[in-house]
Protein backbone atom coordinates (compact mmCIF):
# COMPACT_ATOMS: atom_id res chain seq x y z
CA UNK A 1 0.00 0.00 0.00
CA UNK A 2 1.51 3.61 -1.00
CA UNK A 3 2.29 6.00 1.84
CA UNK A 4 1.15 9.52 0.82
CA UNK A 5 1.37 12.81 2.59
CA UNK A 6 -1.33 15.07 2.19
CA UNK A 7 0.29 18.84 1.53
CA UNK A 8 -2.45 21.37 3.62
CA UNK A 9 -3.57 22.61 -0.12
CA UNK A 10 -5.44 19.36 -0.85
CA UNK A 11 -7.28 18.98 2.40
CA UNK A 12 -8.56 22.85 1.29
CA UNK A 13 -9.91 21.66 -1.97
CA UNK A 14 -11.28 18.78 -0.59
CA UNK A 15 -13.45 20.07 2.01
CA UNK A 16 -14.35 23.45 0.27
CA UNK A 17 -15.24 21.73 -3.07
CA UNK A 18 -12.74 24.14 -5.03
CA UNK A 19 -12.79 23.41 -8.75
CA UNK A 20 -11.77 22.11 -10.55
CA UNK A 21 -8.88 20.73 -7.98
CA UNK A 22 -11.30 19.07 -5.51
CA UNK A 23 -11.80 15.94 -7.95
CA UNK A 24 -8.59 15.07 -7.99
CA UNK A 25 -8.72 15.25 -4.08
CA UNK A 26 -11.99 13.30 -3.66
CA UNK A 27 -10.30 10.53 -6.00
CA UNK A 28 -7.50 10.65 -3.34
CA UNK A 29 -9.57 10.13 -0.41
CA UNK A 30 -11.87 7.55 -2.14
CA UNK A 31 -8.49 5.82 -2.80
CA UNK A 32 -7.78 5.30 0.82
CA UNK A 33 -11.52 4.85 1.91
CA UNK A 34 -10.96 1.50 -0.64
CA UNK A 35 -7.30 0.92 0.89
CA UNK A 36 -5.24 1.46 -1.71
CA UNK A 37 -3.36 4.07 -0.09
CA UNK A 38 -2.25 4.97 3.37
CA UNK A 39 -2.45 8.77 3.81
CA UNK A 40 -0.69 11.13 6.55
CA UNK A 41 -0.77 15.13 6.97
CA UNK A 42 0.84 17.10 9.93
CA UNK A 43 -0.87 18.38 12.89
CA UNK A 44 -0.24 21.83 11.68
CA UNK A 45 -2.18 20.78 8.16
CA UNK A 46 -5.77 20.15 9.98
CA UNK A 47 -4.80 23.27 11.90
CA UNK A 48 -4.62 25.91 9.04
CA UNK A 49 -7.43 23.88 7.15
CA UNK A 50 -9.63 24.59 10.33
CA UNK A 51 -8.20 28.54 10.26
CA UNK A 52 -9.11 28.86 6.81
CA UNK A 53 -12.24 27.38 6.32
CA UNK A 54 -14.11 28.67 9.76
CA UNK A 55 -14.35 31.63 7.94
CA UNK A 56 -17.17 29.93 5.15
CA UNK A 57 -18.42 26.67 7.01
CA UNK A 58 -19.75 26.79 10.75
CA UNK A 59 -17.67 25.69 13.76
CA UNK A 60 -19.54 22.51 14.63
CA UNK A 61 -19.63 21.59 10.88
CA UNK A 62 -16.13 22.08 10.42
CA UNK A 63 -14.93 20.42 13.52
CA UNK A 64 -17.58 17.33 12.60
CA UNK A 65 -16.11 17.18 8.75
CA UNK A 66 -12.39 17.14 10.50
CA UNK A 67 -13.17 14.52 12.76
CA UNK A 68 -14.18 12.60 9.67
CA UNK A 69 -11.76 13.18 7.53
CA UNK A 70 -8.79 12.00 10.07
CA UNK A 71 -10.67 8.47 10.80
CA UNK A 72 -8.83 8.32 7.43
CA UNK A 73 -5.44 9.80 8.09
CA UNK A 74 -2.11 9.60 9.89
CA UNK A 75 -1.83 12.85 11.98
CA UNK A 76 1.75 13.30 12.29
CA UNK A 77 2.72 15.78 15.06
CA UNK A 78 4.50 18.84 14.87
CA UNK A 79 7.11 18.58 17.40
CA UNK A 80 10.35 20.26 18.95
CA UNK A 81 12.26 17.99 16.84
CA UNK A 82 10.01 18.98 13.48
CA UNK A 83 9.88 22.45 14.50
CA UNK A 84 14.07 22.72 14.94
CA UNK A 85 14.80 21.80 11.80
CA UNK A 86 12.42 23.60 9.89
CA UNK A 87 14.01 26.64 10.87
CA UNK A 88 17.80 25.30 10.33
CA UNK A 89 16.44 24.01 6.59
CA UNK A 90 17.16 25.83 3.28
CA UNK A 91 13.87 25.56 2.06
CA UNK A 92 12.37 29.23 1.69
CA UNK A 93 9.08 28.74 2.89
CA UNK A 94 9.01 27.72 6.67
CA UNK A 95 5.19 26.01 6.46
CA UNK A 96 6.84 23.69 3.58
CA UNK A 97 9.66 23.11 5.59
CA UNK A 98 7.14 21.47 7.96
CA UNK A 99 5.20 19.78 5.77
CA UNK A 100 8.48 18.18 4.94
CA UNK A 101 10.26 17.12 8.06
CA UNK A 102 6.71 15.44 8.84
CA UNK A 103 6.85 13.41 5.96
CA UNK A 104 10.36 12.13 6.55
CA UNK A 105 9.44 10.74 9.74
CA UNK A 106 7.09 8.16 7.45
CA UNK A 107 9.05 4.79 6.76
CA UNK A 108 8.97 4.31 3.36
CA UNK A 109 6.82 7.23 2.86
CA UNK A 110 6.00 6.66 -1.57
CA UNK A 111 5.35 10.91 -2.14
CA UNK A 112 4.02 13.86 -1.03
CA UNK A 113 0.85 15.03 -2.70
CA UNK A 114 0.73 19.42 -2.94
CA UNK A 115 -0.46 21.49 -5.66
CA UNK A 116 2.77 23.77 -5.15
CA UNK A 117 5.63 21.36 -6.42
CA UNK A 118 7.83 24.27 -6.98
CA UNK A 119 7.78 25.36 -3.12
CA UNK A 120 9.08 21.55 -2.45
CA UNK A 121 12.36 22.12 -4.37
CA UNK A 122 14.75 19.93 -3.24
CA UNK A 123 12.78 17.85 -1.12
CA UNK A 124 14.27 13.81 -0.96
CA UNK A 125 11.06 12.72 -1.19
CA UNK A 126 9.24 12.63 -4.36
CA UNK A 127 6.62 15.75 -4.48
CA UNK A 128 3.15 14.87 -6.85
CA UNK A 129 0.62 16.84 -8.13
CA UNK A 130 -2.72 15.48 -7.38
CA UNK A 131 -3.03 15.05 -10.82
CA UNK A 132 0.04 12.99 -11.19
CA UNK A 133 -0.68 10.87 -8.13
CA UNK A 134 -3.95 10.03 -9.45
CA UNK A 135 -3.02 8.53 -12.35
CA UNK A 136 -0.33 6.69 -10.41
CA UNK A 137 -3.21 4.70 -8.77
Known sequence: MKKIFVDTNILVDLLADRKPFSKYAVEIFNASE???VKLFTSSHSIATTY????KFIDDSSLRKTLLGLIEYMTIIPVDTEVLTKGLRSKQKDFEDSIQIYCASTIEKI???VTRNVKDFKGCEILVLTPDELCSRL
Open 34 to 36: NKK
Open 51 to 54: YLLK
Open 110 to 112: DCI
